[in-house]
C-alpha cells in the first residue's frame, strides 16, 4: 500500500527497497537497469525504514543510504509536521557502506546537522569513531553515537521501541543485526541482510511473535550475478526462503516481505513471472511508500 497522506498515530513506512547501490544501479545497462535510467521514476532507492510517532512528533531512520536526503524528504511527507518534523536518531544494521554512507549528508558542508543521534553496535561505533571521515562527523558535532548491546530493547518514545537482533553476515568490518520495531499493538521484524537461515534457527520463534516481517530478499535464485561467485556474496534466495517458509500460514505470509532487492532481481518487475510466483505462493516484495500502522 502506497499512502503518502500525513498520519495521526505511530507508523513505519519503507523508504527503498533495493540493495546498496539501489536500481538503476551504477554502471549497470542490461536490462534490468536501462528502463529506470530512461525513466527514472521506475528507480528503486536502496533499503530504508523510517519510523515516525506523530504524537511525540518524532521520528527515526534505519539505515543511511547513498539516497538519504530524498528519503529523509519522503519521511517528512508522510508526517502532519511536514518538513518540521525532526530526525531524532539514525539506526545503522552493519558496515557495508550502503547502509551508512549517507551520513555523510550530514557533513558541515551540507546539512551540517547539530548532535544528530546515531544508534550502532560496538564495532559499528568503533569503525565510526576511528575512520575519517566518519570520525569527522563526530568531531564536529553532527554526529553522536549511543551505543547499542545485543537484544537490549532501545524505549524510543511512550509507545514505540527497537531491539536489535544480531545475525549472521559477512562481518568483514562490524556485525550485522535486524530491528524488531515494537509498537502498542504490532511488530515489525526488519533483517534486510542476512547470509543464511540455517545459521539463524530463531528465525522460526521471531516470525511466531512478529505481525510484519521485512526479510532479505538480495537475489531471487541461482541464475542471477553469473559474473559473479555468489558464494561471496551469501544471501537466501527468494526461492530458498518461500521453500522454507512454506508452512506458514495464508495470512501471515501476506504480511511477509522480502527486501533489499538487488538490480537483477527479476522482482522489482511488477510484470516478469518471478514477481507474480512470489504473490502466487502467498508472499509478498515490499513496496516504496508502504505504510505499517504501529498503533
Not at 14 to 33: N, R
Not at 40 to 49: A, E, F, H, Y
Not at 57 to 81: G, N, R
Not at 255 to 267: E, G, K, Q, R, Y
Amino acid at each position: 500500500m502506497n499512502n503518502t497522506k500525513p498520519r495521526t498515530t505511530p507508523y513505519a513506512i519503507v523508504l527503498g527497497i533495493a540493495q546498496d547501490g539501489g536500481l538503476p544501479h551504477c554502471g549497470c545497462h542490461l536490462p534490468c537497469c536501462t528502463p529506470s535510467w530512461d525513466n527514472p521514476s521506475l528507480g528503486k532507492m536502496p533499503v530504508c525504514l523510517g519510523i515516525v510517532d506523530p504524537v511525540a512528533q518524532k521520528s527515526w531512520m534505519i539505515e543511511a543510504t547513498f539516497d538519504f536526503k530524498t528519503q529523509w524528504h519522503m519521511l517528512q511527507t508522510t508526517s502532519p509536521l511536514g518538513s518540521n518534523l525532526p530526525l531524532n536518531g539514525i539506526f545503522l544494521t552493519h558496515g557495508h557502506v550502503g547502509h551508512y554512507a549517507g551520513l555523510l549528508q550530514l557533513d558541515k558542508a551540507i546539512l551540517n546537522s547539530g548532535h544528530t543521534e546515531v544508534f550502532a553496535m560496538p564495532k559499528m561505533t568503533h569503525l565510526l569513531q576511528n575512520n575519517l571521515p566518519w570520525k569527522a562527523l563526530i568531531d564536529q558535532d553532527n554526529i553522536h553515537i549511543t551505543q547499542l548491546q545485543t537484544s537490549k530493547i532501545h524505549q524510543l518514545s511512550a509507545t514505540l521501541s527497537i531491539q536489535p537482533i544480531v545475525v549472521p553476515h559477512r562481518d568483514e568490518y562490524t556485525e550485522t543485526v535486524g530491528f524488531m520495531i515494537t509498537g502498542l499493538h504490532k511488530k515489525i521484524l526488519f533483517i534486510p541482510d542476512i547470509d543464511s537461515w540455517d545459521q539463524f534457527p530463531a528465525i522460526h520463534s521471531l516470525l511466531e511473535q512478529t505481525d510484519e516481517i521485512f526479510i532479505d530478499g538480495t537475489f531471487y535464485d541461482a541464475s542471477e550475478c553469473k559474473h559473479r561467485n555468489l558464494k561471496s556474496i551469501p544471501h537466501p534466495f527468494i526461492t530458498d526462503s518461500m521453500k522454507r517458509f512454506e508452512s506458514l500460514s495464508h495470512q501471515k505470509k501476506q504480511h511477509f516481505h522480502f527486501i533489499h532487492l538487488n538490480h537483477t532481481n527479476p522482482c522489482l518487475n511488477s510484470t516478469n513471472l518471478a514477481h507474480q510466483q512470489v504473490y502466487a505462493n502467498h508472499f509478498r516484495i515490499a513496496t516504496q511508500g508502504q505504510i505499517i500502522e504501529l498503533s
